[in-house]
């Protein structure tokens, strides 16, 4: 019944923004911590951003800066806002989330958005 539904993906040039979106679609949960994360084939997945269910965020050094993550728990919603994309920003992206079901936490993820920073 849940999924995490991404859009915002595409090819833009280096120095360029995009914004990423993923909103939970379905009934009957609750959603807590919400991040994003990318990878490149042949190298693990790592943590872009992550914000709690009270609005505490965290991101990596390397997008620190450039790389905003919001949410809206009305929508919910999770963006992020990335600026000044470098070429080594290029990735899948993946949003994840915390959702509880009936009393029950599972760790969802979002199908992935391509991101391609051009040089």
């Known amino acids: 019944q849940v999924q995490l539904v991404e859009s915002g993906g595409g090819l833009v040039q280096s120095g360029g923004s995009l914004r990423l979106s993923c909103a939970a679609s379905?009934?009957?949960?609750?959603?807590?911590?919400m991040g994003w994360y990318r990878q490149v084939p042949g190298k693990q997945r790592e943590l872009v951003a992550r914000i709690t269910s009270g609005g505490s965020t965290n991101s990596a050094d390397s997008v620190k800066g450039r790389f905003t993550i919001s949410r809206d728990n009305a929508k919910k919603s999770v963006y992020l806002q990335m600026n000044s994309l470098k070429p080594e920003d290029t990735a899948v992206y993946y949003c994840?989330?915390?959702?509880?079901?009936?009393?029950?936490?599972?760790?969802?993820w979002g199908q992935g958005t391509q991101v391609t920073v051009s040089s």
């Open positions: 379905g009934s009957g949960f609750s959603i807590g911590g």
């Open positions: 994840n989330a915390y959702i509880s079901r009936l009393g029950v936490r599972y760790d969802y």
